[in-house]
Structure formats: structure tokens, C-alpha cells
């Protein structure tokens, strides 16, 4: 579902007579390199593929040398429609950015019409490279997780597996082996990015801290919790501003998020208490001792299960729509989550099957904001495996 729209994008652009400098930033195991490599053997494009996964992080000169083979290429070929230029996992370079820019403008003034596509696994060293440095330039295009419907049409996943076992392709081979499943996704997926990836992206005085926040949001995926409890829970002398810093840059590695309360001003909504929300439902499993079977037997944590498979949707689909996704909750009043665009305001209750502490609480908010539209999803409602087969943009 989410792939499909990228891949008309991606295909669009190549069909564009002009150069152009497209840019794919993502978590690990979103398939941006299968995504490029699919659109460029549909139209059968001509391109140059490197990745810098052997090459050391202070070699720029190898940008310079796989630039220097497009240009070569695109010359010897003659080609009218120009030629593609794909660099793979460009963050691993330091000052990437630099690079690129003084390539792109020489081939700009020197009229080489060469389209690039860089891929990133860090999307906010991504987006801080590319906004400082090549301004003007670029096009961003963020890439999800995947969606349900895509590991149902790639592996046949059906909808509890995918509850499970999540939307990480490179793992889904293996589940026929809980323990190396959960291996996989914990070493490859989990370690390598909040140890690596997200240390990349900015200064983190206090690693563990941060590692002890991942857990503790996957331990309480689609619950509320003030940033002084979260300070409680994990013992540490922290302040919450360090706190809410290090859940931004979870969030931004496509890992965990907080969502905030809907509120009409900014500040409020800012000041609230967030709602953990894993992206990926695997991050939440591959932590626990159960394993797939045992997990649907335990009838709160298949509810939570279920819930945050929603929201994670709900978060994934909404990448490039402009639709933001929100909590409401007042009193013992809630509602699961809020999407809202351009002023429509769409509210969505999940009901997994679980016992809920507050009361629904659509009616209440209808009461306080102009609703556009209401849902409830599951039992009663509209049925789980139709709404994942949905994009958020649907719901308006």
C-alpha cells in the first residue's frame, strides 16, 4: 500500500526529461533499495548502483569516483533520457553533503542532465544534511515501515501474524523460528539502531538513558505516561526535556514515537503528557518471553498488540499526506487516536477485545471539536483486516 504511491512518484520522475536529485531516508528494513531497483527495471532506466556499506566513513572521494562513473556512462551512452545515479546508505559518509553539492552544481552548470537518488537509513541525518547544505536542490521522500497489505502480498502473512511479527521483510523468513526471529530483529534491527543509527544523528550524553526510554516505550506501547513517571520508572537523575529530546530522535529513526494530545493550540499539545506508540509491532514482541502462540492466549497484551498495530498504520500511512496523528483523552474520557488535515478532524476508537479503564470518549470529543468523521475499528465496527487494507487518507 504505502510502496505502491512511491513507486508511481519515483517512476514519474525518471520519465521527466530534466536531472533531478530525489532523496529516499527511512528506518532499516523499509526496502528503499528494492523500491529503486523495481522502478528502474519496470522502465528499463539506465543507472550506476553503489553502496558505501565496505566503504570508510571519511571517503568522500568515493562519491567523487561513482559520480565521475555516471558522468562517464551517460556520456558513452548517448542517452537523450538521461542516466540514474544510486548511492546507498549516503549517511555512512561524513560530509556527504558538501560532496553532493559541488558535483550537483557542476553538472548544473555544465548542462548534465544525470538524475541521482541518494538512500539513507537515518532520516533525521538525512533531513539535517540535506536542508543546511542543499537547500533548493532536493526532493525528500520519506519511506515507511511496511504495511500490512505489503507482507500479505510478499510473504502471506495474515492479519495475526502481522500483529505479531510486524512489517520488517528481511525478517519474515524466519518465523518459523521464534527464537531467531526475535534474534534477528533485537541484533540487526533494534541494537543497530538505537546503538548506531540514532548516536549518528546528533550528541547523546546519556546513551543508556536513552536505550532504558526505547524499552520502557515498547513495554508501554499505547499508554499514557507523564515524562516525570517515565523519570520514576527508569531511575535515572534526568530532567524531562532530555527525555522528550531523546523520544524526538526515536520517533525520527522510525522506531518509537509519542504522540501528543490533540489539543487546538500548539502549546498545549506540546506540554501534554505523550502516548508511547511503537512503529513497528515487532519492537514490542521480539522484547518479550512469549512467543506467538502463548501471545495470543494473553488476552491484554494481544489487546495492546492489536492497538498499537493500529496506530502504527495510522503513523505510516500519514508519511507525506500532511496528516498528523494525535491522542484526546480528559478525565476517564479517551479516544484512541485523532487524524487531522487541513482542518478536518477524524476520530478513530480501537476496540481489540480488551477491557478498557476509561469510557469511549468519541461522543465527548464530538462535543468539544467539529468532527469530520468517526470510526471504530474491530469488534462491532469496521473489521480489522479492512481497515488495514485503508490508507489514513482514506479515513477523510
Same mark, same amino acid.
Given at each position: 500500500m504505502y510502496k505502491r504511491k512511491f513507486f508511481k512518484n519515483l517512476f514519474n520522475r525518471l520519465n521527466e526529461p530534466r536531472k533531478f536529485l530525489? *532523496?529516499?531516508?527511512?528506518?532499516?528494513?523499509?526496502? $528503499?533499495? !528494492?523500491?529503486?531497483?523495481? *522502478?528502474? $527495471?519496470?522502465? &528499463? #532506466?539506465?543507472? /550506476?548502483?553503489?553502496?558505501?556499506?565496505?566503504?570508510?566513513?571519511?571517503?568522500?572521494?568515493?562519491?567523487?569516483?561513482?559520480?565521475?562513473?555516471?558522468?562517464?556512462?551517460?556520456?558513452?551512452?548517448?542517452? %537523450?533520457?538521461?542516466?540514474?545515479? *544510486?548511492?546507498?546508505?549516503?549517511?555512512?559518509?561524513?560530509?556527504?553533503?558538501? !560532496?553532493?553539492? $559541488?558535483?550537483?552544481?557542476?553538472?548544473?552548470?555544465?548542462?548534465?542532465? @544525470?538524475?541521482?537518488?541518494?538512500?539513507?537509513?537515518?532520516? @533525521?541525518?538525512?533531513?539535517?544534511?540535506?536542508?543546511?547544505?542543499?537547500?533548493?536542490?532536493f526532493e525528500l521522500m520519506r519511506i515507511p515501515h511496511w504495511s500490512y497489505s505489503e507482507m500479505n502480498e510478499a510473504f502471506n502473512f495474515n492479519l495475526n501474524q502481522y500483529?505479531? #511479527?510486524?512489517?520488517?521483510?528481511?525478517?519474515?523468513? +524466519?518465523i518459523k523460528d521464534n527464537e531467531r526471529w526475535k534474534n534477528y530483529i533485537k541484533d540487526s534491527l533494534i541494537e543497530t539502531t538505537v546503538s548506531r543509527d540514532v548516536f549518528m544523528m546528533t550528541r547523546v550524553d546519556k546513551p543508556m538513558l536513552l536505550k532504558r526510554l526505547f524499552e520502557l516505550g515498547c513495554q508501554y506501547s499505547g499508554q499514557i505516561l507523564s515524562f516525570n513517571k517515565m523519570l520514576g520508572q527508569l531511575q535515572d537523575a534526568g530532567n524531562?526535556? !532530555?527525555?522528550? /529530546?531523546?523520544?524526538?530522535?526515536? =520517533?525520527?529513526?522510525?522506531?518509537? =514515537?509519542?504522540?501528543? %494530545?490533540?489539543?487546538?493550540? $500548539?502549546?498545549?499539545?506540546?506540554?501534554?503528557?505523550?502516548?508511547?506508540?511503537? +512503529?513497528?509491532? =515487532?519492537?514490542?514482541?521480539?522484547?518479550?518471553?512469549?512467543?506467538? %502462540?502463548?501471545?495470543?492466549?494473553?488476552?491484554?497484551?494481544?489487546?495492546?498488540?492489536?492497538? =498499537?498495530?493500529?496506530?502504527? /498504520?495510522?503513523? &505510516?500511512?500519514?508519511? &507525506?499526506?500532511?496528516?498528523?496523528? #494525535?491522542?484526546?483523552?480528559?478525565r476517564n474520557k479517551e479516544v484512541d487516536f485523532i487524524a487531522e488535515r487541513s482542518g478536518q478532524i477524524v476520530a478513530i476508537e480501537v476496540k481489540s477485545g480488551k477491557r478498557k479503564l476509561s469510557l469511549p470518549g468519541i461522543q465527548e470529543f464530538s462535543k468539544k471539536f467539529k468532527t469530520h468523521r468517526k470510526f471504530l475499528v474491530g469488534k462491532s465496527g469496521l473489521e480489522f483486516k479492512d481497515f488495514f487494507k485503508l490508507s489514513p487518507e482514506e479515513l477523510f
Open positions: 530525489q *532523496v529516499l531516508a527511512g528506518p532499516r528494513q523499509a526496502g $528503499k533499495t !528494492t523500491l529503486i531497483q523495481q *522502478v528502474i $527495471k519496470e522502465i &528499463n #532506466f539506465p543507472s /550506476h548502483y553503489a553502496t558505501t556499506d565496505a566503504v570508510d566513513a571519511n571517503s568522500s572521494i568515493w562519491i567523487e569516483q561513482q559520480w565521475e562513473t555516471a558522468r562517464l556512462k551517460l556520456k558513452s551512452l548517448s542517452i %537523450k533520457k538521461g542516466f540514474l545515479l *544510486v548511492l546507498d546508505e549516503i549517511q555512512k559518509i561524513r560530509d556527504w553533503t558538501e !560532496t553532493i553539492k $559541488k558535483l550537483w552544481d557542476e553538472d548544473t552548470l555544465n548542462k548534465i542532465p @544525470l538524475k541521482v537518488v541518494l538512500l539513507g537509513s537515518s532520516p @533525521l541525518l538525512i533531513q539535517k544534511g540535506i536542508t543546511e547544505t542543499l537547500a533548493g536542490r500483529f505479531y #511479527f510486524g512489517g520488517y521483510p528481511g525478517a519474515a523468513l +524466519l524531562t526535556t !532530555t527525555l522528550a /529530546h531523546y523520544l524526538e530522535l526515536l =520517533s525520527s529513526a522510525g522506531m518509537l =514515537s509519542g504522540l501528543q %494530545k490533540y489539543a487546538v493550540q $500548539k502549546i498545549r499539545q506540546k506540554a501534554s503528557s505523550p502516548k508511547f506508540q511503537v +512503529l513497528n509491532t =515487532s519492537l514490542i514482541t521480539a522484547q518479550t518471553g512469549m512467543n506467538f %502462540k502463548i501471545a495470543k492466549l494473553n488476552f491484554d497484551f494481544w489487546g495492546r498488540l492489536v492497538e =498499537s498495530a493500529v496506530g502504527a /498504520h495510522l503513523i &505510516n500511512g500519514s508519511i &507525506n499526506t500532511g496528516i498528523e496523528i #494525535f491522542y484526546w483523552r480528559e
